[in-house]
């Protein structure tokens, strides 16, 4: 049953054809692709007699809100799919034909009948719904945004086409929020701020992989600690697995059949290999090393594996879209009466890994997809055994429907960060599949071989988008257990540098991450700097400080907090690193 659109969404989707008319009054000539309503606003796809230039986009708001002020009405009818395809091979409209011929085929009827709309001279097929007329509309609550390119249909071996974007909302408020916060996300972008502080950089001799620079590398491996400490204290044991492995293991696993198209491929000895787009199979294979009985489960193996994806130049983004992906997983090895409790564990374990990060959680049940292997039986069994976990929990969740891994439904993690965006994380997928495609066994109580259920589990996902997300969500000042360099000791002239150094030993001796700012500049250019580092704490150290063996101290978004005994600070440090603020 199809969802029923809101009052946004159908505001949205009239613009989209609001946009349509204000086009073909500008170019009459002009062919029509799609105009669906997305999450924000709306978009349209062209195929025009010139490329377009931003400043067209003003001219066609403008045409927008005339069109509105006009009020024309959106006329609804419906007619026989082949009167259609008369009407838009007579309005020369080839790609609306097109989409009517896939109905057709679709439906597997002739006498199949289509929706179409007319508002002013601009006709399209459209299931609707629209408003009565654009009058309904107020021209202050929506703006064109950009123009880009889109193949028709998707497909790169189709014609490519000029798609026009724009934003919508309710009210004039939400538009300015909306703008407000596109604003701050430029601030926070993690690539201008991973350059900015000195954390990664990427080089087109290895696209789409990250070099780590030292205080990135700090920020990964303080993450990697966290998380194995997690680990450690939950019984898991950590592995370390190969990258390339023989094709034939992968299509074995299914992953070929799915993954060909974005995988590496090299060959080893005349033997076709691949670089691992997933970390099952290599866990799957350790536990083969072995017999097992139902006393060693739950078994748990956890593996930050290095995954490698093929993407596209144009779908690779900073940290947030990667070649090379570094996962906090983990497989975990049960029996099938212990589904419940297992992912009781998990998600208890997901609680104390994101608590530190002050992000709100949303807890998704994706379902079977289109593409899925093995039984629907067994599929309808391993989702009932998700959705009992959930419950029992008491864990509120949605669920995304077909989105689930293709060997078994899933619980999908997304947070929601400082800005309200809202980005899928994690997942905890259950797996009867490929227990059967390996023949992996254990014996149970009564002696006899079963198949075990595996749950694969990855929290953070992938620590490189994880660091990207966390570098805009903290626009880069970094909470004091994260940042790379926790304290800069700025002495006050030169006659103070032995001092600085004494105070920089003894907090390096706690454990804490050290810069002494000794250049022969200004106090004030020494202090701008350490904030444009968004480094926490500022330590001035000058005479009274080194009379009295004390700091004074300036705290990141606090200023000056006034001076302190080194002992207290160090006590107040730790004690703040220790509980992760």
């Known amino acids: 049953m199809n969802k029923k659109p809101d009052k946004i969404e159908i505001i949205r989707h009239s613009l ?38 931003p400043e067209d986009l003003p001219i066609l708001e403008k045409k927008m809100k005339k069109i509105i002020k006009r009020n024309l009405s959106f006329d609804k009818k419906e007619i026989a799919a082949k009167k259609a395809i008369e009407l838009f091979k007579k309005a020369k409209q ?76 309710e009210n004039e408020k939400k538009l300015k929020d909306y703008f407000h916060k596109l604003e701050e996300a430029e601030k926070r972008d993690h690539r201008k701020l991973g350059k900015k502080l000195d954390l990664f950089s990427f080089h087109p ?30 019984g898991y044991q950590e592995v370390k697995l190969p990258n390339l492995l023989d094709v034939e293991l992968w299509k074995q696993s299914g992953h070929y059949e799915h993954y060909k198209n974005d995988m590496f491929f090299t060959e080893n000895d005349g033997k076709k290999m691949a670089l691992r787009p997933m970390d099952c199979p290599g866990a799957i294979l350790l536990y083969k090393e072995k017999l097992y009985s139902y006393n ?33 997983d983990a497989h975990i090895f049960i029996t099938e009466n212990s589904i419940e409790s297992e992912v009781t564990a998990v998600l208890k374990i997901m609680e104390e890994l994101y608590k530190p990060f002050s992000m709100k959680r949303e807890i998704y049940l994706s379902t079977r997809p289109d593409n899925a292997m093995g039984d629907k039986k067994i599929w309808d ?7 009992n976990a959930l419950e029992k929990n008491k864990i509120r969740y949605g669920i995304k429907k077909k989105d689930g891994a293709f060997y078994g439904p899933k619980i999908d993690i997304h947070i929601d960060d400082s800005l309200g965006r809202t980005w899928q994380m994690g997942t905890i997928q259950l797996d009867f599949f490929m227990p059967e495609r390996f023949d992996i066994e254990y014996t149970d109580k009564k002696g006899k071989k079963k198949k075990p259920v595996i749950i694969h ?16 969500h903290y626009a880069g ?79 990141r978004g606090k200023g000056d907090i006034g001076k302190m005994k080194l002992e207290k600070f160090i006590e107040k440090i730790n004690e703040e690193i220790k509980k992760k603020k």
């Not at 589990?457 to 805009?472: C, D, H, K, N, Q």
């Open 16 to 53: 989209s054809h609001i946009l349509a008319t204000a086009a073909l009054e500008m170019f009459p000539e002009a062919k029509f692709g799609i105009g669906p309503a997305i999450e924000n606003g709306f978009y349209y796809d062209f195929d025009l007699p010139r490329t377009l230039i």
């Open 381 to 387: 069994k391993a989702e009932k055994a998700l959705r």
């Open 457 to 472: 589990r990855a929290l953070m996902g992938s620590l490189e988008r994880f660091i990207g997300i966390l570098i805009e």
């Open 205 to 234: 001799e290895a696209p789409g992989m990250p070099f780590w620079h030292h205080k990135g590398l700090i920020i990964f491996n303080t993450l990697v600690e966290h998380w194995q400490k997690i680990q450690m204290k939950n």
């Open 94 to 169: 080839n790609y609306k034909v097109e989409l009517i011929e896939d109905l057709i085929k679709e439906d597997k009827k002739k006498n199949s009948e289509v929706k179409i709309y007319k508002t002013g001279n601009f006709i399209d097929l459209c299931k609707g719904p629209h408003l009565d007329s654009a009058g309904e509309i107020n021209p202050k609550t929506f703006k064109l945004t950009k123009i880009s390119g889109a193949y028709w249909k998707g497909d790169e071996k189709n014609k490519m086409l000029q798609r026009i974007y724009g934003v919508a909302f």
């Open 477 to 555: 000042a970094f909470p004091l257990w994260l940042s790379p360099v926790q304290i800069q000791i700025i002495p006050i002239g030169a006659a103070h540098k032995k001092y600085a150094d004494e105070i920089s030993q003894q907090l390096i001796d706690n454990g804490l991450r050290i810069e002494v700012k000794d250049e022969n500049e200004t106090i004030g250019k020494k202090i701008r700097e350490g904030e444009i580092q968004k480094i926490p704490y500022l330590l001035i150290v000058g005479d009274k400080e080194k009379k009295s063996k004390s700091v004074s101290v300036r705290q």
């Open 296 to 328: 060693d489960f739950p078994l748990r193996i956890g593996e930050l594996g290095v995954v490698f994806r093929n993407e596209k130049s144009g779908e690779l983004h900073g940290l947030l879209r990667v070649q090379q992906v570094t996962q906090d």
